[in-house]
């Protein structure tokens, strides 16, 4: 079975930095995803990382270790539009996405 | 069409009825996937179809069935309606299986009482 963990809720102040970081045991792996999900809306896709180490895309960074079933999202410069869920998903071996419960920001001013 | 959509945008259902909750994508998308997401419980797979005329199932299948005739469409029935069954569905796309990037549909909202 698949068990993918992340923090249920964070809070953090606009133009501030948070790390939302991801644990996983699954059967085989194909890569470890990040979306960003608004209230009320689809998830939109934010980042793949399939290799170990950072993969960076503007303000937001994704970071990998396969070894230790490891993952962080790291937000940088705050802003109250981030204020929504992100989902940390794995592809297990046979290409099916497992997704986490979700962690909710919230971005204070 | 641009993307991926679905319908209806929310309904509310007797228990014991049936439902068809339909999804189109104009991508030309191979593989195509079912989700339900529950609060605490994030999304989890219902159904899934690499291509036209296979389909698959997930993690939570019963209670549902799906067929894929052709490419675009890729509609999820409920036979008969529980109240457990009441949910976030959401479709999803992408180029094929073993592409990295999923697309998602709006959603429907699904009340069964």
């Known amino acids: 079975g698949q068990n993918i963990d992340q923090p249920t809720e964070m809070t953090a102040t606009e133009g501030a930095i948070v790390q939302i970081n991801c644990t996983y045991q699954?059967?085989?792996?194909?890569?470890l995803f990040w979306y960003q999900q608004h209230a009320g809306e689809a998830p939109t896709f934010l980042s793949y990382?399939?290799?170990?180490g950072l993969e960076e895309k503007g303000r937001f960074s994704s970071f990998l270790s396969r070894s230790k079933g490891y993952s962080y999202l790291l937000l940088k410069e705050l802003q109250m539009k981030d204020s929504a869920s992100y989902l940390c998903?794995?592809?297990?071996?046979?290409?099916?996405?497992?997704f986490g419960a979700g962690t909710t920001v919230t971005v204070r001013a | 069409i641009a993307g991926i959509t679905q319908a209806p945008t929310s309904q509310i259902l007797a228990a014991g009825r049936r439902m068809t909750l339909r999804c189109t994508q104009d991508?030309?998308?191979?593989?195509m996937y079912w989700y339900r997401q529950d609060l605490g419980l994030g999304l989890r797979l219902i159904h899934y179809?690499?291509?036209?005329?296979?389909?698959g199932k997930g993690e939570v299948p019963d209670g549902y069935s799906v067929s894929r005739a052709n490419t675009d469409d890729f509609p999820l029935t409920l036979a008969s309606a529980v109240p457990s069954q009441t949910s976030v569905y959401f479709c999803?796309?992408?180029?094929?299986?073993?592409?990295?990037?999923?697309?998602f549909g709006p959603g429907t909202r699904l009340t069964v009482l």
């Open positions: 999803a796309s992408s180029l094929g299986q073993e592409f990295n990037e999923q697309f």
């Open positions: 179809s690499n291509t036209a005329g296979t389909t």
């Open positions: 991508m030309r998308h191979n593989a």
């Open positions: 998903a794995v592809k297990s071996d046979d290409y099916k996405l497992s």
């Open positions: 990382n399939v290799l170990d």
């Open positions: 699954t059967s085989g792996f194909n890569g």
